[in-house]
Structure formats: C-alpha cells, structure tokens
C-alpha cells in the first residue's frame, strides 16, 4: 500500500471530531482508535526492517449495550477507507463448529477488500469504458454498411461516417434511450454445488474447487432485447472488466487487508469461561484458543492466496455484565493490550443524541414524515422529557443505553406515522403530548418492561 500524504490522512484530533459528528461522549474509547488509526498511517511511513516489527495495539471497549461500541468501529473504518469486518464472536461457538471456522473472517476481510478496490479501478476507467460501450451500441444501431462499388466506395465511407456522427449525437441527448436493442450476454457456467463437511470446513473445500473448475468452465452465451439505456449502463460494466487488471487488484487488495484491514470482535464476553473443567465453559475456552493465532499472526489461506494477520487491527467489544476481561485466557488477554471502559449514558446524553448527530433520531423522522409532506419539530422541553423518560426506563428495568430511544420514539409518533398523510400538514410535539402519550406506561413499570 502506497504511502498517504501528510496533509491526506486525518490526524487523532481531526479522527475524533469525525467521530463526534456521530458519537455523543466516550472521548477515551474514540481517543484510543483514533491513536491506533493514525499508528496504522505512520507504520506505512516507516523505511527499514523495523517497520515489520511494529505491530499493532489492539483494543478492548468495555461497556453495556447502546452506549456507542459498534458505531465507533464502523464510522472508524469509513474514515480509514479501509477493508473492515465485523463478526460476533458468539457464531463461532454454534453447534458444529466449536471455533473451527474462525479463519472464514479472515476470508471474509480479504473479499471486502478485493471488492473495494474492483471499484476503485472501476470509476478509474468508467470514462475510457463508456467510450468502447457507445461504439458497441452504435455498431448495434448502425451496423457496418455492405462493400459497394468501387467508384461509390468513398462517398459510401463518408455518408456512414457522417450517419454514424447524427448517431452518436442522438445517443448522448438521451434520443434514443428507449429504442430497444438486442445483446448478447456472457454468463460464467457455474459448477454444481457440493458440501462436504470436514474438519477444516467447507471455505478450504470450496477455494479447491474454484480454483480447480473456476477457469475451466465455459462462458454461456445468452441473447436478450432491452432499451439503449439499460445496454448502455450493462456494456459499460462489462467493457470495464475487460480494462481491468484482476491480477493487480488482487495484490493491492491483499496488501491493503494485510496493512489496513481492521476485524471488529463484538460480543466477545460471550466466549468468556469461569474456569470450569466441562459444560460450555469448555467450548467457549477452545474457541478463544482457536481465535488466538489469529490475532497474534498467523498464515490464512483464501482462495487469493495466503494472507498474513500479523498487521490486521482487531477490536474487539463487550459489555461484560457478569464477567470481566480478565476471565478471558491469558494469552488472548495479552494480544488486547489497551482497555477502554465506556460509560453509561446519562439523561443529558440521550437530550444530545437526539439533537446533535448527523443521523440523530429527531432528524431521521423528520425527513420521514417530509415524504408525506408533513412538517415533525420537537419543543426543547418536549425533548429533555424524552431523554428524562429513557434515562428513568433503563434505570429502572434492562439498561440498553441509546436503543431505548428506538422504542420511546416510535411509541411516541405511532400514531402521525400510522395516519399520516391524512392529516395535518404541521405536527408540534410538545411536553404535554409526550406526557400524555408515555406517561401512565412510564409509572406503571410493569407494562413499561413490555412496552419500552
């Protein structure tokens, strides 16, 4: 992967007010995967054999459900434009795969990264590929006229030209968009499906047998008739396959998984034992051995080759109710060196979640209720007592942080959402509607566990 000029890549400070811009609070957590970014960065910048050695920090967030674990390392990939996957460490301990199948992440990061780059160079030649797709559109409309006489054959060659030229004026103004054509498509013969179940699983299987019958089965070829639009659009994909390097997508797109990529780990408390010799605690405790070689660097195989984990970042999140990291094995402890605990959120949290981010809730059902044509706003008390009631519902039932504004809110707007557009063109919720809407399931606690 190319060095990233200093002026391109963010600094830790500009990271997290990225992150702010989506994610009320927890300034450690957004401080320790800012630094680790950026470290990823310098890494790149070093020259020399020690660049091999700096390996990355990889980091614990700990901290109840809702409070912003998950939405700190999606919005952290966005900004690294880096491969990233997100796996719940609780799949790996399904019945029959007791953590054998933990390499498919690996697997699953590299194909992420093959398809990001495939679309890079895709809009790098959309140009040149548009060109060749209008001269196969055109070749359609105006086939190649027939050999004429010889003391006719320039004027011939002229008049084409000059038809073809009305032609391709036509085309660009959108004249011919829906005159339909006909085309002939190429599909890939796929190979009949086979399961076999092995110790090694059935990824390793299937990689065999792509890279086995993969290139040797034949293309079929297909007619069909659609408009000068849609061909247009469908030649110019297949013309860009053509000018792109698969070879050299691939090895950039291992490089980038091998340098960049970042695997989230959430729920990773889920395969944490008690030290018990039998029962799950047993199954949880292989799966944690299973996940170690490749957090701490190993060789997985994928059908683009063999990838090295020794630079992927993992973070790995868990909220850790009745257990503590320390419950995990040693040996998977030390390969998570930084720990950052995030809070819970308070009433004056969940006021600034409502309001402040870009995505916040308030916006999202104003734009929704826009589409009905039908103008939401929120009083400011109106606001403070949704944030107060979700602060007293999660202190007094189950604690699921900024998820139980999802429930209040949609409780409360049920009704506008459900008439809409039926009604009023303009919507006020005020303090008194809140009260009246969520107050008596608010004081009554037992239906309010039901309820929100």
């Known amino acids: 992967m190319k060095a990233v000029k200093s002026d391109a890549f963010p600094t830790p400070a500009e990271i997290v007010a990225r992150l702010d811009r ?12 800012a630094i680790a970014l950026r470290n990823r960065w310098r890494r790149q910048r070093v020259e020399g054999k020690i660049k091999e050695e700096i390996y990355p920090n990889n980091i614990v967030l700990i901290g109840p459900t809702g409070v912003g674990k998950t939405e700190i390392a999606r919005r952290l990939a966005g900004l690294a434009r880096a491969p990233f996957m997100k796996v719940e460490a609780s799949r790996f301990t399904e019945v029959g795969y007791v953590g054998r199948d933990v390499e ?29 797709a209008e ?27 000059d038809t073809r030229q009305k032609m391709r004026d ?28 092995s110790q090694s699983g059935i990824e390793e299987l299937s990689v065999a047998l792509e890279e086995a019958f993969g290139s040797r089965m034949p293309r079929r070829k297909k007619k069909r008739k659609m408009p000068v639009k849609e061909a247009v659009r469908y030649v110019q994909n297949e013309e860009a396959e053509k000018l792109i390097d698969m070879d050299e997508v691939i090895n950039e797109a291992r490089q980038r998984a091998e340098n960049s990529g970042i695997i989230f780990v959430d729920e990773i408390d889920k395969i944490a034992g008690s030290g018990a010799t039998s029962g799950p605690d047993v199954s949880r405790e292989g799966v944690q051995r299973d996940l170690l070689p490749i957090v701490e660097g190993s060789n997985v195989m994928t059908k683009y080759g063999m990838i090295k984990t020794n630079h992927i970042l993992f973070i790995a999140a868990g909220a850790f109710h009745n257990k503590k990291p320390s419950d995990l094995i040693p040996e998977l402890q030390g390969r998570f060196p930084i720990r950052v605990e995030l809070s819970a959120l308070t009433e004056d949290d969940f006021r600034r979640i409502l309001v402040e981010p870009e995505n916040s809730l308030i916006k999202q059902y104003v734009a929704l209720l826009e589409s009905d044509s ?57 303090r008194d509607y ?12 037992d239906v309010s566990r039901y309820i929100l």
Not at 115 to 123: D, F, G, Q, S
Not at 435 to 442: A, F
């Open 434 to 445: 809140v009260d009246k809407k969520l107050g008596d399931i608010v004081r009554n606690v």
């Open 374 to 430: 039908i103008a939401l706003e929120f009083s400011d008390d109106a606001i403070e007592a949704i944030a107060q009631i979700a602060a007293k519902v999660n202190d007094t039932t189950e604690n699921i942080g900024a998820r139980r504004l999802h429930t209040i809110m949609t409780k409360l707007l049920e009704d506008f959402l459900f008439n809409a557009p039926n009604m009023a063109k303009k919507i006020s919720i005020t």
């Open 170 to 197: 036509m085309l660009h103004q959108g004249k011919l968009d829906e005159r339909v054509v006909e085309l002939e498509i190429s599909r890939q013969a796929t190979a009949p499906l086979i399961e076999i179940f």
């Open 22 to 33: 989506y994610i009320i609070g927890q300034s450690e957590a957004k401080k320790a995967v």
């Open 135 to 161: 001269e196969r559109i055109l070749d359609i409309l105006l086939p190649a006229p027939t050999r004429s006489p010889k003391d006719q054959s320039v004027v011939s060659v002229t008049e084409a030209g």
């Open 104 to 132: 498919s992440m690996v697997r699953d990061l590299v194909e992420i990264s093959v398809n990001m780059v495939r679309h890079e160079k895709t809009r790098m030649v959309q140009e040149k590929a548009m060109q060749y």
